[in-house]
Nanobody
């Protein structure tokens, strides 16, 4: 059974930092693109960041560019999201996802096939 397990969420003051991790089990995703999404209360889930299979290409939502960094360690089957200069508007449940696509030819808008359960990030203002 394939599982994606997020960790690293919590409560942080505005301006602070958090690092989210997502470990996959049940299969290897070293050849697959991965992404982070978030859903705030009363809002639809939105794209945050994505990374291709090798880590050589990344994509970010405009709202997090320059503040968030996505990275991956294929040896650990793990993807990370470093979040700096957090704002109250970043408060949401954060989900990691894995695609059956490598993301090598196109990363933006690719479908994601596996999802984690989410981790809560709360930024106090």
């Amino acid at each position: 059974q394939v599982q994606l397990l997020e960790s690293g969420g919590g409560l942080v003051q505005a301006g602070g930092s958090l690092r989210l991790s997502c470990v996959a089990s049940g299969r290897t995703f070293s050849s697959n693109a991965k992404g982070w999404f978030r859903q705030a209360p009363g809002k639809e889930r939105e794209f945050v960041a994505a990374i291709n299979w090798s880590g050589g290409t990344t994509d970010y939502a405009d709202s997090v560019k320059g503040r968030f960094t996505i990275s991956r360690d294929n040896a650990k089957n793990t993807v990370y999201l470093q979040m700096n200069s957090l704002e109250h508007e970043d408060t949401a449940v954060y989900y990691c996802a894995a695609s059956l696509s490598t993301g090598s030819y196109r990363l933006k808008g690719i479908p994601y096939d596996y999802w984690g359960q989410g981790t809560q990030v709360t930024v106090s203002s």
